[in-house]
């Protein structure tokens, strides 16, 4: 009965939180701004205003109770002053970088790491008043899931729904780009090292912390994850990233459990330091290979290369995809979207594309088109805007007032 009333404590909890409520907030308003720009760019909307919120709760509630089982199995507690250090650096750090920053490197291994060395050194800042190294514990060993978590959600959910965008290359030309992006609210339920609840098995805390009463709290941690790719297809690029991060926070994990039975005093500033350095390094390291690999979405001499197909729309019923360049349309060979404009208004009953799939393998597609599809298709190409009405820009796209 205890541990009943606890778990309803704890969800209670949640609902005081700032982050849960920040987080709903700040997707729907990062959909209101990708909507501009992707109206800036191709004068149509691609997605609508609630797709980061249809991501951020479904998965992250099914991922946090799986890390809650763990959690509590393991007996993980955080100290009061860590829960509010890791809201206060998650809403910095969105405001800093939106999604860019919402790693559990970040968000979790800053403060994790500053509290550390206030304990190592003894510091009192006062506001923050060093706790003992056992404290840290549950924390030094959920930074390691929590990594090993977003690795995980980037593999199976990060390439939904990337956003097209056009930008200006270092040579001035307009190329083309693809955002993945996505945030992950996850409830996992941890311990507070004080309160009524006490010690219920003998080998229960496996993470001992010192401590033989504690309180429930379900605390909700947001995760994101934000990467422009150029040079590639999104999902290879979105999985390379993914693998990495999971490998990391395998690694992570492990340092954290044999540095918590081993070098207890430091587990937490090892832990923490070698996260941060590893994330740093795979952001880097994507950095690097898009400002010096040649420009994968960028005109051609030959053919049009599709940069995205709008959900619902003719082009995807006869499944273009993003990457894939459009050789002739209706028997016509075509070089620009006007060109492919022109030869769609030909035959106002059917579309035929000869494309080049990314594996440069030449398909047909095919489909009848519909009163008013023949301008409509609902293709996105790299298309300089500077200088252009809505209509040329357009071509076979979506009219913005029937979107």
């Known amino acids: 009965m205890e541990w009943l009333v606890e778990i309803a404590k704890g969800i209670g909890r949640m609902m005081l939180h700032p982050v849960f409520y920040f987080s709903m907030i700040w997707v729907i308003l990062a959909g209101y701004w990708r909507i501009k720009r992707e109206r800036r760019d191709f004068h149509v909307r691609v997605h609508n205003i609630f797709l980061e919120f249809r991501h951020l709760f479904p998965v992250g509630i099914m991922t946090g109770m799986v890390l809650s089982l763990f959690s509590v199995v393991l007996g993980l507690t955080f ?26 490197a970040f968000t979790i291994g800053i403060p994790l790491l500053l509290l550390s060395l206030l304990s190592i050194f003894s510091i009192d800042l006062k506001v923050i008043h060093p706790i003992d190294h056992t404290d840290l514990f549950g ?3 959920m930074l390691g899931l929590m990594m090993g978590t977003e690795g995980f959600l980037m593999l199976k959910n990060g390439l939904k729904d990337v956003s097209p965008k056009l930008r200006t290359s270092r040579r001035g030309l307009t190329v083309g780009a693809l955002q993945a992006k996505r945030f992950w609210l996850i409830p996992a339920f941890l311990f507070l090292p004080s309160g009524v609840m006490t010690i219920p098995f003998d080998w229960w805390p496996v993470i001992q912390a010192g401590h033989e009463s504690y309180s429930l709290v379900l ?8 990467q422009q790719i150029q040079t590639e297809l999104p999902e290879i690029a979105v999985r390379r990233i993914g693998k990495q991060v999971f490998t990391l926070g395998l690694i992570v994990l492990i340092t954290s459990v044999i540095c918590v039975f081993l070098l207890p005093v430091y587990a937490a500033i ?15 390291r994507h950095r690097v290979r898009e400002n010096t690999t040649p420009y994968y979405f960028a005109p051609r001499n030959t053919g049009v290369m599709v940069l995205d197909v709008l959900p619902h729309s003719p082009a995807d019923k006869m499944g273009l995809k993003t990457g894939e360049i459009i050789h002739t349309c209706n028997k016509v060979k075509v070089s620009t979207h006007k060109e492919m404009y022109q030869a769609l208004i ?3 009953a059917y579309c035929k594309l000869e494309v080049f799939d990314t594996n440069n393998e030449i398909r047909i597609v095919q489909g009848a088109l519909y009163e008013g599809d023949h301008h409509e298709l609902g293709i996105l190409f790299i298309e300089k805007r500077e200088g252009s009405s809505p209509q040329d820009n357009l071509g076979p796209f979506y009219k913005d007032s029937q979107r």
């Open 79 to 104: 100290p009061f002053i860590l829960i509010v250090m890791i809201a206060i650096a998650t809403i910095l750090f969105t405001f800093m970088g939106n999604a860019r920053l919402l790693s559990p």
């Open 139 to 141: 924390a030094t060993v």
């Open 219 to 226: 605390l909700p941690f947001l995760l994101g994850f934000q």
């Open 270 to 284: 090892i832990t923490s330091g070698f996260a941060l350095l590893g994330r740093i390094w795979i952001a880097y």
């Open 346 to 348: 030909k035959n106002r």
